[in-house]
């Protein structure tokens, strides 16, 4: 296995040099940034949110609060953080009353984003349909009441990898993620972890390089959880194996 992420790695050097050796067109003048600017240590904060699941005293518990899908902290096998097992809502989506929160970045200053990636895994096993399913991703640049504009909307799959959602670079002060549904529970919708990434003009061929390498281990990093869970490359872009209507793909902002 080593022998072949090795080969892939020199594979994608070769490919990425000769790339940066081109000139840019127009289309390429952004990267995507390796800085996950949603996380909480790097100074991303949730502004407001439709619920969080609480105790027979009414308080947020902490291990499903829903700062925890910020916090980068991960459920993956056998790795169960004590004090965080990802957002659990308090009731469960439906498309007439989603569930939602609103991210902020840091000093609310309006991002330049390209890229989400979800990690639906929770510390509730999948089988009992809590985790997300269907979500739509809308961004402000003036206000954290909107107007919005949606900027994409899918489908997750129900599986324990973490799924990522590229849309044109758009300018986002605010961002509401909002789930219209999950699996098959009637109580909850829950989830592990958001990452939000940057557009990054590329001027400098070295940054452009250092950029590109870093892509391509988070390429590697998926290619990786690809293989140990027999999964496709980019199973965001494999139609759900379902006879129901499943929502199109907006690539362009919409306004709302
Ligand atoms: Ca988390």
């Known amino acids: 296995m080593l022998k072949r992420y090795a080969v892939l790695v020199a594979q994608m050097i ?6 940066v050796a081109t000139p840019a067109s127009a289309a ?20 407001e949110f439709s619920s969080q699941v609480l105790d027979e005293n009414g308080k947020p ?18 790795d169960r953080p004590r004090d965080s097992y990802g957002w659990s809502s308090a009731a469960a989506p439906t498309p007439a009353k989603p569930q939602w929160f609103i991210l902020a970045f840091k000093d609310e200053r309006t991002r330049l984003v390209t890229r989400v990636r979800f990690d639906p895994v929770t510390d509730d096993p999948l089988e009992i349909g809590r985790w997300a399913r269907d979500f739509e991703i809308h961004v402000s640049s003036t206000t954290r009441d909107g107007p919005w504009a949606m900027v994409q909307n899918g489908r997750l799959l129900n599986k324990p990898i973490t799924q990522t959602f590229d849309f044109p670079p758009v ?9 219209t549904s999950n699996w098959f529970s009637d109580q909850f919708v829950e989830l592990g972890e958001i990452e939000v990434y940057e557009a990054l ?12 390498l870093e892509n391509l281990l988070q390429d ?7 293989v140990r869970y027999n999964q496709p490359l980019r199973p965001e872009l494999t139609p759900p194996a379902t ?3 499943t929502p199109t793909t907006t690539t362009q902002p919409t306004p709302q």
């Open 28 to 47: 390429e003048e952004f990267a995507v940034g390796a800085t996950n600017v949603a996380l909480a240590a790097n100074g991303g904060h949730i502004v």
């Open 61 to 78: 518990i902490t291990q499903w609060q829903i700062n925890n899908v910020i916090d980068g902290k991960r459920i993956r096998g056998s």
């Open 220 to 226: 590697l990093k998926r290619y990786r959880d690809s």
């Open 201 to 212: 003009a590329t001027g400098d061929t070295l940054d452009q390089l250092i950029l590109r």
């Open 243 to 245: 006879t129901e209507a």
């Open 14 to 19: 070769v490919v990425s040099v000769v790339a």
């Open 171 to 179: 300018e986002c002060r605010y961002m509401k993620i909002m789930f």
